[in-house]
């Protein structure tokens, strides 16, 4: 394999290495995969263990590591704990805590996905035919939050190219509109007047393709908590987090630029691309750096934010030529 | 059961404004404890400086209400901790900008003063903590006597505007989330609380 900087693999901050107590974790995980018999795939099997060690709160999810570049970033992996309490998810309240509180309600089985517009093959998915669709892989993203903060996340799941290629998108089909779930009998807080619901989002087809975007039903080993969108949901680490629709109950191939909850509340502040960019501040607060959540305590100095998350060399390309000021 | 005697005289006492004092810092104490037991969550900096403006915010409704809890209850002796309370809700101030500029800014002077220009919100806190400055340093006895009671009254009489700076900056911050169910609580509270003082008094006392 060749390693090169474009890929991804260059990592010009010290923060961004392992440190030896998560490296030890994964030897510690490794000795107990073996001893629980896992391992009996062969040589060469021990590569594509998960890389963290399981919570043990939910069901696993079996993954092996992702070798897709950019895909393993090497900053210390945000704790369950603070990934699982602090959480953006309006339809069980707006207070960060609200939906580790409230999201026991959210009923993910059954679930089907409803894949629908601009396709050869529409239809309904199963939950359980999605699983099936692709090998499950583990994949370690920087999350940027809009509001000025970010954590380290290892997901699981599949390129959501996957599911576009099972479903053959016609040519006129030009972007992707993700609909969550707005269920009012297990969602407290939907028909709250903060956003009009369904919670929508969408990709151009170029980003929804790009292998980064992953159609995700799992972190740290194990299935997803409904708090983090449970049973499925979008993640696009180099956008900022509301971009990446939880709960997706349809998908839907457009020919026009699809509208957005955000960008429906407030146009100004919210554009549909929304990129991790330093550069282009929110009109309400600057968007040069962010606190990592976790990491050194109340003293700790905010970190400088990347452009696209620390994704240029993987995405960059997809905006060449485009005012990212105006295209926001 | 207590008559109404009886509780007023024992908040005369010595020991009711120690307990008092007590009081006013449990939430302080509550920060403490939680930051050494790790139960502010996974954004720390955040909790404090959130609780910290929240509590401000109510020792400033709780202050408001002294005196027309005075009238309804004719229990003159709760103007004794209306001072302190004053004086707490000063301190909590300092603290809810101490978290600003030092967990957010990390005390860089040009990263506040950029902050200033894209968050209105901030400034308009800031002015209401200038607000509170002149009322915070004219609180302890020499300075009564020195600008004269009738002076320190007026000079007091500040504290009506301080609502308004605390509810627009409550008021803007929640704005990004269209969530104003509790800055509207707050409103109502310190809406009735003023009302009284142009409406309500008069009948029973005489000031304030």
Redesign the interface.
């Known amino acids: 394999m060749l390693i090169t900087q474009d890929q991804g693999f260059h990592h010009p901050y010290p923060s961004e290495i392992t440190p030896p107590q998560v490296y030890a974790q994964r030897r510690s995980l490794l000795v107990h995969l073996g001893a629980a018999g896992l391992l009996a795939s062969g040589a060469g099997a021990w590569a594509q263990s998960a890389a963290v060690p399981r919570p043990g709160k939910l069901a696993p999810l079996d993954a092996k590591v992702s070798a897709l570049a950019g895909a393993q970033a090497k900053d210390n992996i945000t704790t369950y ?3 699982s ?2 959480n953006n998810f ?1 339809e069980f309240g ?1 207070d ?2 609200d939906p580790a509180e409230n999201a026991h309600t959210l009923k993910t089985r059954p679930w089907t996905v409803e894949i629908e517009g601009l396709v050869k093959k529409p239809g309904s998915l199963s939950l359980e035919e999605l699983l099936k669709l692709s090998a499950m892989e583990e994949r370690v993203y920087r999350l940027r939050c809009v509001e000025g ?1 970010s954590m380290v996340i290892p997901w699981v799941g599949f390129s959501l190219s996957e599911l576009i290629k099972k479903v053959e998108p016609l040519g006129s089909a030009k972007f992707v509109e993700f609909i969550t779930l707005a269920d009012p009998k297990t969602m407290p807080y939907v028909g709250s ?3 009009s619901w369904p919670y929508t989002e969408g990709l151009r087809m170029d980003e929804a393709m790009h292998p980064l975007t992953l159609l995700t039903f799992g972190m740290y080993g194990e299935v997803l908590p409904n708090q983090n969108g449970a049973p499925v949901r979008i993640t696009v680490p180099w956008k900022y987090g509301f971009k990446s629709g939880k709960s997706i109950v349809k998908i839907r191939f457009t020919e026009k630029q699809p509208l957005t909850a955000w960008n429906k ?1 407030a146009a100004n ?1 919210y554009g549909f691309y929304s990129n991790v960019n330093p550069a282009v ?1 929110h009109p ?3 968007q040069a750096t962010e ?1 990592r ?2 990491e050194g ?3 700790a ?2 970190i400088k934010t990347q452009m696209f998350n620390g994704y240029e060399a993987q995405v960059g390309q997809l905006y060449a030529g485009m005012d990212l000021a105006k295209n926001f | 059961m207590l008559n109404k005697v009886s509780w007023q005289q024992a908040l005369l006492s010595p020991r009711a404004h120690g307990c008092w004092y007590a009081l006013l810092a449990l939430p302080f104490a509550g920060w403490v404890w939680a930051v050494f037991h790790d139960a502010l969550g996974a954004n720390p900096a955040e909790a404090l400086s959130r609780s910290s403006g929240d509590w401000t915010l109510r020792l400033l409704c709780l202050v408001l209400a002294i005196s027309p809890l005075r009238d309804l209850l004719k229990a003159p002796v709760l103007l004794r901790f209306r001072r302190s309370t004053g004086v707490a809700c000063f301190v909590y101030a300092v603290l809810h900008l101490l978290c600003y500029v030092w967990f957010d800014q990390n005390l860089e002077i040009n990263e506040i003063a950029k902050d200033l220009v894209k968050r209105p919100f901030i400034w308009l806190g800031m002015l209401g903590f200038v607000f509170m400055l002149p009322l915070a340093l004219t609180s302890f006895n020499a300075a009564v006597r020195w600008l004269g009671g009738k002076r320190w009254q007026q000079l007091h009489r500040l504290v009506y505007v301080l609502p308004v700076f605390a509810l627009l900056h409550f008021y803007w911050m929640r704005a990004g989330k269209n969530d104003f169910e509790e800055v509207w609580i707050y409103t109502l509270v310190l809406g009735v609380l003023l009302a009284w003082r142009v409406w309500g008094k008069g009948k029973t006392s005489p000031r304030n």
Request: aromatic share 18%.
């Open positions: 704990k603070s990934a309490t602090y309006y707006t960060k805590a903060w007047r903060v956003l509340a502040e501040d309400r607060w600057s606190r959540i976790g305590g109340l003293f100095k905010k």
